[in-house]
């Protein structure tokens, strides 16, 4: 009979390996909640289980709000910030009240993705209380050109008081259309929805979580083929959810709704088909 031995220094190490690896990612929606939103841009609260659909202007669109909050094995990551909407005590933004449900902090969020720069996704960038980045300890990762056509648009779609701030802070601009972000994280800049719009891949061990943004913002949109005359290059946006939608259903992607009322998340390979 064989006894074995390990020495101190070894200890930490042996029991690190032995401990069972995570592996999934995991998902957090961070709904600001209904609103609807006509061509003034105004996004109007919509209380879905108690306003009347009838109720809504006319030509507007019903779509949800929300963010979503990735823990990977390296980071935890932000995809968009919302509008920013203050939670119901008034105190702070809904967002970071959902984060502190979820036993995260704002310092605690390492990277903060933004798709685009219009002002339903870049409303949480920056703590109103103190006019400085809300995720202090974050790198933001926006696309150069998009935040130079921002500052040179500055309107309706746009609110560039809460980007500036960011510009002159901890950030990243991504110059090619598209590339890499610490070897796990895509991005592809499309000119879909708006001039510089990009979407990200986030892939580790087995996974694939595809945040389409507002080029791919609801699950019903990747199942009918329609050009919105409120993208950029509406039959562009067509055509991408098509082809994403089937590389998603070969590869097992998830796929990530940014604006959909019902359905956050959706994966095609374990759907049937319509």
Not at 43 to 55: C, H, Q, T, V, W
Not at 176 to 205: K, L, M, N
Not at 254 to 270: G, S
Request: hydrophobic fraction near 40%; glycine fraction near 6%; aromatic fraction near 12%.
């Amino acid at each position: 009979m064989h006894e074995w031995f390990i020495s101190e220094r070894l200890l930490p190490l042996f029991l690190i390996i032995l401990q069972p690896q995570i592996t999934a990612m995991k998902i957090i929606p961070l709904s600001e909640g209904s609103f609807t939103v006509d061509a003034t841009k105004k996004f109007i609260p919509f209380r879905l289980s108690e306003d009347e659909m009838s109720s809504r202007s006319h030509g507007s669109l019903l779509v949800e709000i929300q963010p979503f909050l990735i823990l990977t094995s390296k980071d935890i990551l932000l995809l968009d910030t919302g509008l920013g909407f203050n939670h119901q005590s008034g105190d702070q933004m809904q967002l970071i009240a959902h984060l502190a449900a979820n036993g995260i902090q704002s310092g605690d969020v390492t990277k903060v993705l933004m798709s685009h720069l219009h002002k339903d996704h870049t409303g949480g960038m920056v703590n109103p209380a103190t006019g400085k980045p809300t995720f202090e300890n974050a790198t933001y990762y926006i696309q150069e050109r998009e935040a130079a056509f921002a500052r040179e648009k500055d309107g309706p779609s746009y609110d560039f008081s809460k980007v500036e701030p960011v510009l002159a802070g901890n950030v990243t601009l991504l110059k090619a259309d598209e590339g890499s972000i610490d070897d796990y994280i895509h991005y592809q800049v499309t000119g879909a929805h708006s001039r510089f719009h990009q979407v990200f891949w986030i892939r580790e061990a087995e996974e694939i979580l595809f945040f389409g943004a507002d080029d791919a913002p609801q699950y019903q949109q990747m199942k009918h083929r329609f050009a919105a005359k409120y993208d950029y290059d509406g039959k562009k946006a067509m055509e991408l959810r098509s082809k994403w939608w089937e590389e998603g259903k070969t590869e097992g992607w998830q796929f990530l709704f940014y604006h959909d009322t019902r359905k956050p998340v959706a994966r095609p390979d374990k759907e049937a088909d319509l």
